[in-house]
């Protein structure tokens, strides 16, 4: 038996994985602090996709676009990358060449590939599918804390709480088991939607605010003045620990109750209501704010993060045990991620990629001269909207990502894919946009490695290897490795092995704000709950900010966020509204879930979420085929009716591909801080599938 965590989401529940009788590996709930001995049904089934018959085991190669992929083998795949890589180098330049990573790679592998990216290629030109899904968090928390760790005190703090706010995120549905941990007597749940969260609110007596997609960053605003007026603000830890509340306030001050719910929907009385119930509950020091995706997939990301966090703030929840603030992370290892050096502006431990001393360190750990060392690059959506153009990159390596379906406004990010020299996927199965490359390279799964993540509360966890991967198949590390070495590179440079890797990524953030000098296999094996910074001592930071903020001078700032519409209105060839999210049943782009049997039979086809009355207007009733049409594409979906959605409110779930992809609709218009597209808000109209 071996005791791992979860492939999926950032929750990371542990799993005992056994092998069965037929020799498959099966999975059962482990006791671990997050998932206090559950798992959701994606976690029971995750151990399918190790032997499903989708699963690649050999390299497929084209060398004409117009040819199927071919099996070959992994001399012959290899060496056709590097020989292109090579080509293009010589005419265009270093940055001809990028790199695409995901926040479901482990720690050692998001490393690994910031480090191959920078010296075996040379290039500035990497990002991850992480820039989706937690970049304005991310930047927001920055900007208030001096540090941004998604959940900066361990998820089990909130199970005391009287009072948890829950802006943007339906964890009922997309991480189950962390509801256990929501047992607060009021839960205060902020969706467009009547999702599975804001039922279990209104069951146990709690509140559901409804907004208009894209006014949370108003509606936060209006909870701010009402917290004010009401008598709730903290004062003495508003003056002892921030700074800014004043400039915060005069942006919040013109937000009457009555203001907001003109502007939002939500009705005044709700946010007294609800400012009432925080209130009191910070008063108690029992009280926590959380956001997730819901507030951040908007062109006014960072600012409506930022805006929930003066919320906070004002009632004094952050840096004090009993309450705080913290961000859902969505992705396995969206935490990890972010921290070691895939993003475009960031060198490993969070350094930054400007910072003259950052550089100097990063550079003594990798062995190179400072200047080796490229500079920024584009976000994600900008690289991928720069491919094949004049300047921009022609050559594209992806590692567990799918973009043309994870990607806004999917037609544009196919077109730019198509119009590259080499595409490169490394996967364990042949996704939309691995079926469009020239190159596929089968990799390990979770289960047939070992290496660490880090979860949404920032503690950093071991994934042992229960099983062997299939012949012909290779580990992501073992690619980079063969191809830094055909690249030019020292073979030690690129170790396989992850407790090495893992080793040098301590090395590399040794005394930056992500430091994992302190984590190793062995201190991982004997269960300590290593939440970082974690130095070389070994000692892990449970709870950040107890005593001071990361800023200089140790005090948390007030940001002083303005509202400003989606990027995109209604009118009346598109006059509503769509939004998207996630299941339960599926976990992404749905590459993986979709091929798992259990879950494609709960959930096997898009489906678009509507008013009965906006589906009657439009001529469709439950149960038939509709076209979702925005100015960039058509959705064909099955309509659900639901007479608590919002009626100029659609919802669909992003999980499916082709016809049935969300992202065919949504806009790529980016937030200007994180660069975060605004997944939430597109205009749309809505008709039967048979109409012309
Ligand atoms: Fe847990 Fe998330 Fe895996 Fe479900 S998908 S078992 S909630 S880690």
Redesign the pocket.
């Known amino acids: 038996m071996t005791t791992t965590h ?1 492939p ?2 950032a ?3 542990a799993m005992h994985l056994e092998t069965g009788p037929d020799g498959r590996l099966t999975a059962r709930p482990a006791p671990f602090s997050t ?1 206090r001995g559950g ?2 049904r ?2 029971w089934t995750s151990p399918a996709l190790l032997t499903s018959p989708d699963r690649l085991t050999r390299p497929l190669l084209r060398t004409d676009r117009s040819a199927p992929l071919k099996e070959t083998d992994w001399d012959t795949a290899l060496d056709h990358i590097t020989q292109r890589l090579l080509h293009l180098r010589a005419q265009h330049g270093p940055d001809t060449a990028a790199v695409f990573g995901s926040g479901a790679l482990t720690n050692e592998k998001a490393y690994m590939l910031g480090k191959f990216a920078r010296l075996a290629l040379g290039t500035s030109q990497i990002d991850y599918n992480g820039r989706f899904c937690m970049s304005s968090a991310a930047a927001a928390a920055n900007t208030a804390f001096g540090l941004d760790r998604g959940i900066p005190f361990p998820l089990a703090d909130i199970g005391s709480a009287r009072t948890v706010l829950l802006a943007g995120a339906n964890p009922a549905e997309t ?3 962390m509801m256990g941990h929501l047992s607060a007597p009021t839960l205060i749940v902020v969706d467009p939607r009547r999702s599975a969260t804001a039922r279990a609110a209104l069951d146990r007596g709690g509140l559901h605010l409804a907004p208009r997609p894209g006014t949370d960053l108003a509606l936060a605003r209006g909870l701010l003045h009402a917290v004010h007026v009401r008598g709730h603000t903290d004062r003495d830890y508003i003056d002892e620990r921030t700074t800014g509340f004043e400039a915060a306030w005069e942006h919040a001050a013109t937000w009457w109750p009555e203001h907001t719910e003109h502007v939002t929907g939500v009705p005044a009385a709700q946010l007294h209501e609800a400012a009432d119930l925080l209130g009191q509950a910070a008063r108690r020091r029992s009280a926590y704010i959380l956001t997730g995706r819901g507030t951040e997939q908007h062109t006014t990301g960072t600012d409506t993060v930022s805006a929930w966090i003066n919320l906070a703030l004002a009632l004094g929840l952050p840096g004090r045990e009993g309450s705080g603030y913290g961000c859902i992370t969505g992705q396995g290892n969206g935490q990890g991620g972010r921290e070691h050096g895939q993003k475009a502006d960031q060198l490993p431990g969070y350094r930054h990629i400007t910072d003259p001393d950052d550089r100097a360190h990063i550079a003594r750990t990798w062995g190179v001269d400072p200047a080796d060392l490229p500079g920024p690059g584009r976000s994600a959506y900008e690289l991928l909207d720069s491919l094949g153009r004049s300047g921009g990159p022609r050559a594209l390596l992806l590692f567990g990502s799918n973009p043309v379906v994870s990607a806004p406004h999917s037609s544009r990010v196919r077109s730019r894919l198509r119009s590259l020299d080499l595409l490169v996927s490394a996967d364990f199965v042949l996704s939309e946009t691995a079926a469009m490359a020239d190159v596929v390279l089968p990799v390990a799964q979770w289960a047939e490695e070992s290496g660490t993540t880090t979860n949404l509360e920032g503690r950093v966890l071991r994934r042992d290897r229960a099983t062997a991967p299939p012949p012909g198949v290779r580990t992501d590390l073992e690619v980079l490795h063969h191809l830094a070495v055909r690249l030019g590179q020292p073979g030690t440079r690129f170790p396989t092995d992850p407790d090495t890797a893992l080793a040098e990524l301590g090395r590399a953030s040794a005394g930056a704000r992500a430091d994992y000098s302190g984590v190793t296999p062995q201190n991982l094996a004997s269960g300590q709950a290593l939440h970082w910074p974690v130095r070389a001592d070994g000692r892990p930071t449970p709870r950040l900010f107890l005593n001071r903020f990361a800023h200089p001078g140790g005090r948390a700032r007030f940001a002083s966020p303005a509202h400003r519409p989606p990027a995109e209105a209604t009118d009346t060839r598109f006059p509503l509204i769509a939004t998207t999210g996630r299941l339960m049943g599926h ?1 992404q782009t749905g590459a993986q879930t979709r091929r798992i049997p259990e879950l494609a039979d709960a959930e096997p086809e898009a489906y678009v979420e509507v008013h009965p009355d906006t589906a009657a207007r439009a001529g469709l009733s439950a149960g038939d085929w509709a076209l979702v049409t925005s100015r960039r594409g058509t959705v064909r979906a099955r309509i659900r009716t639901d007479p608590t959605a919002r009626p100029d409110t659609l919802f669909l779930p992003f999980h499916y591909a082709g016809a049935q992809a969300a992202n065919n609709l949504t806009h790529p218009a980016l937030d200007p801080t994180s660069r975060m597209p605004e997944f939430k808000v597109s205009a749309v109209r809505l008709r039967p599938a048979h109409d012309p």
């Open positions: 979860c999926y989401c929750l990371q529940c998932n798992l959701c994606k976690g991480m189950p088991p976990y």
